[in-house]
C-alpha cells in the first residue's frame, strides 16, 4: 500500500513523485521540518585551546640565543686552535728546511760524482770528449731533471 510509505518519504525528505501516489491533488504528503533539539545546541567552542604549561617564549628565546653562544664561543674557539696549529707546523717546517735541503744537496752532489765517474768510464776511448761539459751552450745553469736516486 502506497498510504504507508508516503509518511516514511516525508520525513525523510524524499521527492515525492506524483506516480508512486496515485491519488488526488488533495491529499498531499506533509513534510515535518528538522528543527532544534530540546534546550537548543551545545555552545561552540571557537576560541584556540592553548595551554598554560611550558616555558614563555622569552624564556625560549633566552634559551636559544645561549645555546646559539656557547655554539659559536666553541666553533671560534676551534677555529683559532686549527689556525694556530697550522701556523705552527708551517714555522717547524721553515726551520727544518735548510737541514732538509742540505741533506738534499749532499745527495745530489754524490749522485753528480757517481755519474761523472761513470761518463768517464763510458766515453773514455772518445777523443776530445769532456766529463761534465754541458750538451746545450746556455749561460744560466739548469737543474737535471731527474736523478736516480
Known sequence: DFGAILPMLAVARLPVRRALTRRSLATKPVYI???PPPGGYPAIKYKKNIPDKGPSNVAMLAGFGAFLSYGWYFTIDSI???NRLKIESYDTRMSLLPFLQAE???RYVEVLAIQASKEAALMADVPGWEVNKPTFDTIEWVRPKSLPY
Request: hydrophobic share 10%.
Open 104 to 106: 738534499e744537496d749532499q
Open 33 to 35: 521540518q528538522d528543527g
Open 80 to 82: 683559532h686552535m686549527r
